[in-house]
T-cell receptor, first 109, second 113 residues
């Protein structure tokens, strides 16, 4: 079956760096997305990776290794507003998005 | 204002009743999607549509019906609501099914009693 694994919850300190991992096993691969979802709100797009390597966008970076079925989202200079759930999603061979259950990130002062 | 809207935002209904959740987008995006989100699960695709009058099943379509007579609207109907359909429902749209970000509506919190 298709599966995406992310840690359920992580805690980090304001101003620090945190890495949220995502591993996937899907039938084919056509790209990986990261979304941010604040409590009670809709998911919003953060990043998209289709080739191996690191994509940087301000304080957020996303890495992909297709051979390892692995991605991570790196958040630098953490701010309290970064407290949210981070959703990993993979596009499979049928171009369907398969979603992970999300990682709840708690930022402490 | 441009964007994607859902109505109602909150709904309480009884088992066996028919319920329709509305979704409207102003970007003229081709693709529209309906998801449900439950604690401990990722977003699960119910139905999607590639264009007006073209719809297809997702991962969890049973008990749901969709239609898309106009590009901008994509209503989701629960024909006979069950308690297991208590969930948060998100509508989303995108320019393409592949490699494009999806824009999500604010969600509808549905409770079936």
């Amino acid at each position: 079956g298709q599966n995406i694994d992310q840690p359920t919850e992580m805690t980090a300190t304001e101003g620090a760096i945190v890495q949220i991992n995502c591993t996937y096993q899907t039938s084919g691969f056509n790209g990986l997305f990261w979304y941010q979802q604040h409590a009670g709100e809709a998911p919003t797009f953060l990043s998209y990776n289709v080739l191996d390597g690191l994509e940087e966008k301000g304080r957020f970076s996303s890495f992909l290794s297709r051979s390892k079925g692995y991605s991570y989202l790196l958040l630098k200079e953490l701010q309290m507003k970064d407290s949210a759930s981070y959703l990993c999603a993979v596009t499979d061979s049928n171009y369907q998005l398969i979603w992970g259950a999300g990682t709840k990130l708690i930022i402490k002062p | 204002d441009a964007g994607i809207t859902q109505s109602p935002r909150y709904k309480i209904t009884e088992t066996g009743r028919q319920v329709t959740l509305m979704c409207h987008q102003t970007w003229s995006h081709s693709y529209m999607f309906w998801y449900r989100q439950d604690l401990g699960h990722g977003l699960r695709l119910i139905y999607y549509s590639a264009a007006a009058d073209i719809t297809d099943k997702g991962e969890v379509p049973d008990g749901y019906v969709v239609s898309r007579s106009k590009t901008e609207n994509f209503p989701l109907t629960l024909e006979s609501a069950t308690r297991s359909q208590t969930s948060v429902y998100f509508c989303a749209s995108s320019e393409s099914e592949v490699a494009y970000e999806q824009y999500f509506g604010p969600g509808t919190r549905l409770t079936v009693t």
